[in-house]
Every structure is written in structure tokens, then in C-alpha cells.
């Protein structure tokens, strides 16, 4: 395996549906629509995979999240009954584990929206808070770098 597939950053969403559009510059990676059978694809080649994904607003929008979802499910509520994709990112990840088919480690981190309508511009509370989603991304890629053992 090369080192370019050892972490994978996944920014999932639809350009046309408000805060669903949250995206992602980062080296190596991907943006999908959050269909299940590309997720599991992406879990089975890589070692490392990071999920960014705009999810319900609990508290306020912008609140930024992050879940370790390797061992354990991802909260439902946030996750799974607001998706604008067929199947949410919980029932993928839970998809891709009964088929033991999840990367090592499985980061998901979610930014509270409250925009999910086609035609929609994304809230300025999410966009105002990208750069920090950004930030906090990258300094995880670096700590996971230096977890990562190269054979």
C-alpha cells in the first residue's frame, strides 16, 4: 500500500442542497454523494479514513463534531434520519462492519446545518466555521501520520 492510501479525507454532500455542500481541500481527497457502495469502496482501500458530513443541528449550526465510529456506531440522531443521501453515513459505516469491510480507523466529523432544501445556499454559520473544520482536519491527518506504521 502506498502512503497516499494510508489516510483518506472523504467530504460527502450535494452541491445543490445548502449546508450540504460543506466541502474539503485536502490532499487525497475524495468528494462523494454519500451512496453506500461508494463508502464501502472507499473503507476497503484505505487504512485510514476521515468522513466530513453536514448533519443535523442539535445544538446550533456551525457546532462541529468529531466521532471515532471504528468500534461503535455513530449517533443516529445526527446522523441518520436527516441525510439527504438514500442511506445515511451510520448505516454505511454499520453496512461496511457487518461486512467487515471498515478501514482500521474510521474518523467521522459533522457540521450542524440547518439548510438541507435543493436550491439552497449554505447557511453563513457553516461556511463561517469551514476554516476551522479545515484546521482541526489537518492537525488530525498529522497526529495519524505519526501513528501510522509503515511496513
Known amino acids: ?11 460527502i454532500g450535494n452541491p445543490d442542497c445548502g449546508d450540504e455542500q460543506n466541502g474539503f481541500s485536502e490532499t487525497n481527497l475524495i468528494k462523494v454523494s454519500g451512496e453506500t457502495a461508494g463508502l464501502i469502496e472507499i473503507f476497503a482501500e484505505n487504512k485510514i479514513v476521515i468522513l466530513v458530513d453536514a448533519i443535523a443541528a442539535m445544538s446550533k449550526p456551525g457546532t462541529i463534531h468529531r466521532f471515532d465510529a471504528t ?6 440522531d445526527m446522523f441518520s434520519n436527516y441525510s439527504t ?7 454505511a459505516i454499520e453496512m461496511g462492519r457487518a461486512l467487515e469491510n471498515l478501514p482500521e480507523r474510521i474518523i467521522v466529523y459533522g457540521i450542524e446545518g440547518v439548510s438541507f432544501d435543493p436550491g439552497e445556499s449554505m447557511c453563513p454559520e457553516v461556511s463561517n466555521h469551514l ?9 488530525e491527518i498529522s497526529a495519524l501520520h505519526s501513528e501510522i506504521h509503515y511496513a
Do not use: F, W, Y
Not at 476554516?131 to 492537525?139: C, G, S
Open 1 to 11: 500500500m502506498t502512503d497516499s492510501k494510508k489516510v483518506c479525507v472523504v467530504g
Open 85 to 91: 443521501h438514500s442511506m445515511g453515513v451510520n448505516e
Open 131 to 139: 476554516e476551522e473544520l479545515t484546521n482541526r482536519i489537518r492537525k
Open 71 to 76: 468500534g461503535e456506531p455513530l449517533p443516529s
